[in-house]
């Protein structure tokens, strides 16, 4: 099927940048949206970005003019460049995408990466 595999977290100082990608693998038609989500200490999973197949973008409040969502089609990755890091930012990162799996699926799938874990020190 299909694999989302996040990387880039890590531990970083507050004020400091991060990059996180998503690579997809496996056979699939397409890739509809992707969206990063995060679960922090509260264990309340929110949307972070979302970026469409039409490369618009949607950002959560507390996270815009920080945060920029991207993707390269070709490459089958997402990144989220994370500026201005605070400890509240502090959670696992969480990629999600629909994917058409198939020319026949036609309304895509829903899919999860395993998370990454960002660590925002004060």
């Known amino acids: 099927q299909v694999q989302l595999v996040e990387s880039g977290g890590g531990l970083v100082q507050a004020g400091g940048s991060l990059r996180l990608s998503c690579a997809a693998s496996g056979s699939f038609y397409a890739i509809n949206i992707i969206r990063w989500f995060r679960q922090g ?58 994917v058409r799996t198939s020319l026949r699926d036609l309304g895509g799938s829903e899919f999860w990466g395993q998370g990454t874990q960002v660590t925002v020190s004060s």
């Open 41 to 98: 200490a509260r264990n309340q999973r929110e949307l972070v970005a979302v970026i469409t197949s039409g490369g618009t973008t949607n950002y959560v409040d507390s996270v815009k003019g920080r945060f920029t969502i991207s993707r390269d089609n070709a490459k089958g990755t997402v990144y989220l460049q994370m500026n201005s890091l605070a400890p509240e930012d502090t959670a696992v990162y969480y990629c999600n995408a629909n």
